[in-house]
C-alpha cells in the first residue's frame, strides 16, 4: 500500500509570506494529523482532521489552519510566517479510533 | 501538562548490552500507549503498541499503570538499533496523540 505522502519536501520562504503544506493519507484513513517537529522540541500536535471536519487542535495561533478535502487529502496553511516557524511539518494519517498513526516523510519549512 | 515525559534526551550503550528507554505519562484513564522510532532518514515509523503485547526486533515495552510508566526495553541492543524513540500516549476521547520529546540512542560498537 502506499505510505502517506507529502509534498513539497522543502519550502523555502520569507518572513510575513503564507506556506502552504499538503498530505495524502494512506487509502481508506479518514484521520489525517499534523505535527511540527522543531529542533530540541520533539512533536507538538497541531491539527486533527477527520471526515472533513477539524476536531481538535494544539496550542498554536490561529495563523495555523487547514482543511480536509472529500478525499481526505489535507492542507496545512500556516499565515504571516514568522522564522519560529521554521520546522519538520508531518503529517499522519490513521484508520480509526485508537489506531497507531502513519507518517510522511514530511515537509521542511525554512523561514528566512 | 506535559503528557508524554522522556527523561533521557541522549543515551548511548555499547553493543550487546542491555537498553532502556524511559517513558512516564500522565493521565488517570486507560491509556494507549505507543512507542514509534525514527531511523536516520527514514520517516517515523510505529515500533510497538502494548496493547498487543509483541516483541519487536526484541524490544519490549511494559505498561506500568501504579507507575505510569511504558519504558521500553532490548536484552541485547544492536547497532542498528541507533535511532529517535518516541513514546507516545493516546487518550480516550479526541483520539489526540501525545509524543514525547524523543530520545536518541546511539548503540557504539
Known amino acids: 500500500e502506499a505510505g502517506v505522502t507529502q509534498s513539497p519536501t522543502h519550502l523555502i520562504k520569507t518572513r510575513g509570506q503564507q506556506a502552504t503544506l499538503r498530505c495524502s493519507p494512506i487509502?481508506?484513513?479518514?484521520?489525517v494529523y499534523w505535527y511540527q517537529q522543531a529542533l530540541g522540541l520533539g512533536l507538538q500536535f497541531l491539527l486533527w482532521?477527520?471526515?472533513?471536519?477539524?476536531?481538535n487542535r494544539g496550542n498554536f495561533p490561529p495563523r495555523f489552519s487547514g482543511r480536509q478535502f472529500p478525499n481526505y487529502s489535507s492542507e496545512l496553511n500556516v499565515n504571516a510566517l514568522e522564522l519560529e516557524d521554521s520546522a519538520l511539518y508531518l503529517c499522519?494519517?490513521?484508520?480509526?479510533?485508537?489506531?497507531?498513526?502513519?507518517f510522511g516523510n514530511g515537509t521542511r519549512l525554512t523561514v528566512t | 501538562a506535559q503528557r508524554v515525559t522522556q527523561p533521557e534526551k541522549l543515551l548511548s550503550v555499547f553493543k550487546g548490552a542491555p537498553v532502556e528507554l524511559k517513558c512516564n505519562y500522565s493521565y488517570s484513564g486507560s491509556p494507549e500507549l505507543f512507542w514509534y522510532v525514527q531511523y536516520s532518514r527514514q520517516r517515523l515509523q510505529l515500533l510497538l503498541r502494548h496493547i498487543s503485547r509483541e516483541s519487536i526486533k526484541g524490544f519490549t515495552a511494559d505498561l506500568n499503570k501504579g507507575e505510569t510508566s511504558f519504558h521500553l526495553k532490548k536484552p541485547f541492543a544492536q547497532e542498528e538499533d541507533s535511532a529517535m524513540y518516541y513514546c507516545a500516549l493516546s487518550l480516550g476521547t479526541g483520539n489526540q496523540f501525545y509524543f514525547g520529546t524523543g530520545t536518541s540512542l546511539t548503540v557504539i560498537p
Open positions: 487509502s481508506g484513513h479518514t484521520s
Open positions: 499522519a494519517s490513521s484508520l480509526e479510533f485508537h489506531s497507531p498513526l502513519h
Open positions: 482532521y477527520d471526515e472533513g471536519e477539524e476536531r
